[in-house]
């Protein structure tokens, strides 16, 4: 059970790494498979866990995360509190810029708002992109890695002159305005 | 845009760049190949940034270790590293990749093919934009025509109106209805002594003293000192009928002189009540 350190290791020559945290393990695969077919400049590694913390067996072997993204589907209840646990594990250096949250679901009629109202709150706190996707159509997840590329590759400093943070701070989640006129940031 | 503006778009582009590719200069050749030295300068440098970047390591390691795990809030954290890059930016100065012209060359080179490229998709870009709004404002400015036109038709309108009002004042409105009015009565009252020229010309009433009556004096029981003249009769009649016309019966009496009568009922001027052969009264003309 080993917490990851944003800069714990010396980055590899032209390469990218990121760990995909989802409970139920449907869209990680293919999200997976779409973001290597998509690029091909960079390597980018795509690592796939259920939740944080990650195992301490592969400690040595495990390359430096660049970028942690946190699918959550909206559908179930225990998508949310699961990634909520997981982010308690994470070292507080990722929330700069090197986290982001993709939401699935979020179109559909059946969901309770209080999850997303929640998720925005959370993504807001922690000045983190809120990405949403449609996962059901193979264009909806190719698109998804895309987004999911562009900020990787800022993250893993492929990009001159944008830091993760820099981009965090532009793309982070806003929450709308209350009812009863407090502004929430 | 449907195809056929699609491909009218790409013809006219295509017209254009075939236009400047005449003052271009020649692609470069692809990817000459650097020189040797060039490569291992280039290494050199590699090298020296890896070196630069473990040693900011080491040192991110000794830091790490060092300060104590004190959970700063997550805006404070965020806080302190933006102003930490900030001051970084502000004190870095912009520097080439290389002092090597070889490698600087082609670099330029790739950055400017690349730039062209996307110069060219705004180019088109803006073109069609600009197209589309010179047909919203053609399509505007006819709508703003037509709503125009129909201005200045209400106005007039309007206008008609509101002369039409000034003329027809209410003053002017009772006075018409005077003059109307008072040729109504100046028609009726001429209608009636026409009338009752003609009664005393044709029906006169009966004369005393005439040849022959004297003879049938006893065919005359009636007084004919105060018999009404047919114009009388009718009067009454008129006046019944016009006044009480839910009771337009008129009782005779011996004024009455029964030739007359009997002439107003078989020209249907006039008709007895059913029940009561006393009363008389005058028909319905109406």
């Not at chain 2, 600087?104 to 996307?118: D, F, K």
């Amino acid at each position: 059970m080993s917490s990851i350190k944003p800069f714990s290791k010396l980055p590899q020559l032209n390469t990218a790494n990121v760990l995909l945290v989802e409970n139920e393990g449907k869209l990680q695969n293919d999200l997976a498979d779409a973001i290597v077919q998509q690029e091909n400049n960079v390597n980018v590694t795509v690592r796939l866990a259920r939740g944080l913390p990650l195992p301490a067996e592969n400690e040595e072997n495990r390359p430096r995360i660049d970028l942690v993204v946190f699918i959550v589907h909206l559908s179930s209840e225990l998508s949310l509190v699961s990634t909520e646990n997981s982010l308690k594990q994470l070292d507080t250096g990722y929330f700069l810029g090197k986290v982001c949250f993709l939401v699935t679901g979020a179109r559909c009629g059946l969901v309770p708002d209080e999850r997303l109202v929640s998720l925005r709150k959370l993504a807001g706190s922690l000045h983190c992109p809120l990405l949403f996707a449609e996962d059901q159509t193979r264009e909806g997840v190719s698109t998804a890695a895309q987004r999911v590329l562009k900020i990787l590759r800022v993250s893993a400093g492929l990009v001159p002159m944008v830091t993760g943070l820099y981009l965090s701070s532009l793309t982070r989640c806003t929450v709308p305005l209350d009812s009863d006129g407090s502004v929430q940031d | 845009m449907d195809p056929d503006e699609l491909l009218k778009n790409a013809k006219a582009l295509s017209k254009q760049m075939s236009e400047y590719q005449g003052i271009l200069p020649p692609d470069p050749p692809v990817s000459k190949q650097c020189s040797e030295a060039a490569w291992e300068e280039l290494l050199v440098e590699c090298d020296e940034q890896f070196n630069y970047m473990q040693q900011l390591q080491n040192d991110i390691a000794v830091t790490d270790a060092d300060s104590s795990e004190n959970q700063l809030n997550e805006t404070e954290n965020r806080i302190n590293t933006l102003t930490a890059e900030l001051k970084q930016w502000e004190e870095s100065e912009p520097r080439l990749l290389s002092v090597n012209p070889e490698v600087l060359l082609s670099v330029g080179r790739e950055e400017l093919s690349q730039l062209n490229a996307q110069l060219e998709m705004v180019l088109s870009c803006c073109q069609a934009k600009r197209d589309k709004l010179r047909e919203i404002l053609k399509s505007e400015r006819k709508w703003l025509e037509e709503k125009e036109e129909v201005l200045r038709a209400a106005t007039e309108q309007v206008k008609a109106l509101q002369e039409e009002n000034e003329r027809l004042s209410e003053t002017s409105v009772l006075l018409d209805m005077k003059k109307k009015l008072k040729k109504m009565k100046d028609f009726q009252d001429n209608l009636l002594s026409t009338l009752s020229d003609i009664l005393q010309e044709h029906f006169p009433l009966p004369q005393e003293g005439e040849n022959g009556n004297k003879r049938k004096k006893k065919f005359r029981p009636e007084p004919r000192g105060d018999l009404i003249s047919l114009h009388d009769i009718l009067e009454l009649l008129m006046n019944k009928t016009v006044e009480t016309p839910h009771e337009p019966y008129v009782v005779m009496n011996e004024s009455f002189w029964p030739p007359y009568i009997e002439m107003l009922l078989r020209y249907g001027i006039a008709s007895r009540h059913p029940d009561d052969s006393v009363k008389i009264r005058l028909e319905s003309f109406y």
